[in-house]
């Protein structure tokens, strides 16, 4: 009998792995509050808490590999810092106890030099908030004896993907005719990853022992300004080109005195800034995989959008 497959989660990484999972034929878990997650056969939802308050033993048992996909409850280091190691605990030592790896969605804000093409073996030592929180929590997984696999991505775009730079503060307005709003810059270099693969990754990832106990990248495309992924996605919706301005980072800055969700942004705006690439290729060549194409990608999420109920 093949080995059951457990997500966590079913936000866009989730319900994306869970997905491609099922499509492979495996047996899959998912273990959301809720019970939601995607609808196919091999997919059984089920109502658990993984915060770290419940024991997970029973629902982990028989998996061969678990894919945490459950992030914090806000986008706020406060929030990250009380909710996150917890959560990762309960899963690790679950996942140890049925003998699975487990496999994360991980973010580059724990690598410490930005400012250069951000590569596997660079150093990931960031400190202070929600970069230094990622830092903390990449060692925490180091240090367990349970085998994991974490896979870094850019800010995501593709289907089931809302609240993102390239989610609802731009695919709607585009498609609506309107002007597109970005974050800092028009033209400055940025790397955005489709979670298509991402979720392609994590799921070869972890059939691959040789590549557990590592960090690797979700394939990448060559980094775009946002005004290009915006036109890109007008290409593949067969619309015009849209207006595209930027809210500049002073004018962010200033307003993270007054807003704590707009300060949480601050400390990452240097992503928008400045030039901020993402170089996949060694982990392409370990996992034998390569980015959607641009083009394809983007029609994908211009299909998924133009999908949902009229608001």
């Given amino acids: 009998m093949a080995a059951l ?19 492979q034929g495996h047996k899959v878990r998912v273990l959301t509050r809720s019970g939601s997650g995607p609808e196919h056969p091999l997919i059984e939802r089920v109502k658990a808490d993984v915060s770290g308050v419940q024991d997970l033993a029973g629902l ?16 706020s280091a ?21 003998g699975a790896v487990a496999v ?42 349970t085998p994991t696999v974490s896979v870094a991505a850019s800010d995501f775009f593709g289907p089931q993907v809302r609240n993102a730079h390239a989610g609802e503060r731009m695919v709607p307005n585009m498609l609506a005719g309107k002007r597109v709003q970005v974050v800092a810059s028009t033209s ?5 990853t489709y979670i298509g693969d991402l979720a392609a990754a994590m799921v070869k990832a972890a059939a691959m022992p040789e590549l557990w106990n590592s960090v690797l990248h979700a394939p990448t ?65 370990l996992l034998g995989l390569s980015p959607t194409p641009l083009a394809e990608a ?14």
């Fill in 78 to 98: 406060t929030a990250w810092r009380r909710e996150l190691a917890r959560a990762e605990a309960a899963v690790l030592d679950a996942a140890g106890a049925a």
């Fill in 104 to 145: 994360f969605p991980e973010s580059f804000y724990s690598y410490s030099r930005p400012e250069e093409p951000l590569v596997e073996d660079g150093p990931r030592n960031a400190i202070g908030g929600k970069r230094g929180i990622r830092t903390q929590l990449l060692a925490a997984r180091a240090a367990h004896p």
């Fill in 188 to 192: 400055t270099p940025h790397s955005f």
């Fill in 60 to 75: 982990f048992a028989g998996a061969d590999a678990a894919f945490h996909c459950v992030h914090g409850s806000a986008y």
């Fill in 5 to 23: 497959k457990i997500v966590t989660g079913a936000g866009p990484v989730g319900w994306t792995v869970a997905s491609q999972l099922a499509e």
């Fill in 221 to 285: 495309g060559p980094a775009l300004t946002q005004a290009e992924l915006a036109a890109a996605f007008a290409r593949a919706a067969g619309a015009p080109k849209p207006k595209v301005g930027a809210i500049p980072a002073w004018f962010i800055a200033a307003a993270g005195v007054f807003s704590p969700g707009i300060h949480e942004l601050n400390e990452t705006l240097y992503q928008f800034r400045n030039p901020f690439i993402v170089d996949s290729s060694h982990s392409e060549r």
């Fill in 298 to 311: 983007a029609l994908a999420t211009v299909q998924w959008w133009r999908s949902l109920p009229a608001a």
